[in-house]
């Protein structure tokens, strides 16, 4: 049988201090000084022959993860939580830890790009470059509100073409429980108009239009109903709400956040 032609760097599994990734260390304050974040990083790299010019894949993970009063519930929130894609653990309802989830997703993902990006470039032929890919995630913790935390993922993928996507996701966690919060855990029922208003009131602020129609000439909601993203950050004084690139707009206007202040939200927020 033909040699396999397929190369695969080992996996490398380090634990990092929290500071290399970016997390949170030290311990939270107002009442959440029993829990604690670290961070680990996976690296790996496959390639599809042994031309070291040759198409490959490239995997970081720099994860950020509890330890202490609920850490099992928040750790495992948050692999579950859709900050790693494709989301293989929202499948099963296996427990893992920290660095069996990073392992596992690398292990994974790698596998997919042998097999689809293989047999195709096998087939093909193609240009090498062109087969590349890469996914990058980068995490840390925002503590800034007496409730919860807020967990960071800065996400970088490039499957082939002219540019990659970099996208942010955020996640809130409840400290009492360990659980991510919903916007209808924090809204009261019936929230959607009034909170939809507030973000085209904000938006048009913003980019110094008068209303919907002027959002939608900067092409802003242009052919989409408005709506609040499940990607949203709860800060000290209000929830800023975080539409990726091409989410709501054009390519070129990238990233889109609207922060409404708790002062607006009053008559949403639950009490």
Known sequence: MRKSIISTLA???????AASCGGN???????????????????????????TAGPRCHVSLCLTYAEGKNADVINDSIIRSGILSPDYFSLTGQKLSPKEAADSFVTRYLAEYKKE????????????????CEYIVK????????????????????????????????????AATGKIVSLKDILVPGYEQGLNDLIVKTLC?????????????????SGIDVYAPDNFIIEKDGITFIYSPDEIASHAEGE????????????????
Not at 11 to 17: E, G, K, L, P, Y
Request: hydrophobic content about 35%; glycine content about 10%.
């Open 139 to 174: 995490t840390h913790v925002i503590d800034d509100n007496e409730k919860y935390y807020t967990y960071i993922a800065d996400v970088y993928m490039y499957g082939g073409g002219a540019h990659g996507n970099s996208i942010v996701i955020a996640r809130n966690i409840d």
């Open 25 to 51: 260390s030290g311990k939270g304050g107002d009442g959440k000084d029993s829990l604690s974040f670290d961070s680990l990083k996976v690296d790996s790299t496959l390639s599809l022959t042994e031309d």
């Open 117 to 132: 990006y293989g047999e195709i470039y096998k087939a093909t032929g193609s240009n090498g470059a062109s087969f590349n």
């Open 256 to 271: 889109i956040r609207a922060t409404i202040s708790n002062d607006e939200l009053k008559d949403l927020l639950k009490k």
């Open 11 to 17: 996996v490398c599994a380090t634990m990092m201090i």
């Open 205 to 221: 602020e913003k980019y110094e239009v008068a209303d919907l129609k002027g959002l939608n000439e900067k092409t802003i909601f």
